[in-house]
């Protein structure tokens, strides 16, 4: 006689991809190395092409590859904007904590995410660098203000000492889940 197989403890692998974005020297490439490799180095060139970081979840009993793509030239992306932000299942928006004018450019990024990816998608806004506590310009409830007017999540962390890092990513991906409705 025939075994049946369990078809739902095989379930594949889902592929999440996220794209990474903010003013340059926010932390953006800090951010993805430090969630998938562990670390954080301060001699980084800032990125010319493109930086893809990956990373294996468990959800439930749900595997997920989260699939980051950071690039430090998304201005002159030119006619490959489209290719770059396509199938994107989730967005990071990063502006650094220390740098008032990253903080007044989210608003630019989050236009180019609209325009460029699927209505709807999870987008997270993320202020990094909080370890630099005596120089920081954005405040928390300044941060808070302004994604709750837009329904967006907010996390403030740190690429250097680690905070709140492997957060963004985790419930990033349990929200592109749920709204994969997977
Ligand atoms: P980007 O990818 O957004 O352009 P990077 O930014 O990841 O290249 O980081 C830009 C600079 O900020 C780097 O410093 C990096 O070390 C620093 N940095 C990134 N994240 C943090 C953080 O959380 N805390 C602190 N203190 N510094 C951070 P350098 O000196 O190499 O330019
Ligand atoms: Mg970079």
Redesign the pocket.
Known sequence: METKTNIQSRRSVLLFKVVVV??????????ARRFCEGR?????Q??LGLDLFSKNLTIGDQKIKLLIW?T?GQEKLGQLRPYWYRGATGGVI?FSLCEKNSFYNVEKWLDELKIYTTPGIPTFLVG?????KDQIEVSTVEAEEYVKKRGMEYFE????DGTNVEDVFKVLAKRIRENAKI
């Not at 903010?22 to 951010?31: C, D, E, F, I, N």
């Open positions: 903010g003013q340059g020297g926010v932390g953006k490439t800090s951010l954080f180095s301060t001699s980084y800032p990125t950071d430090g990063v990094n660098k909080s370890d630099l962390t740190s690429a250097k």
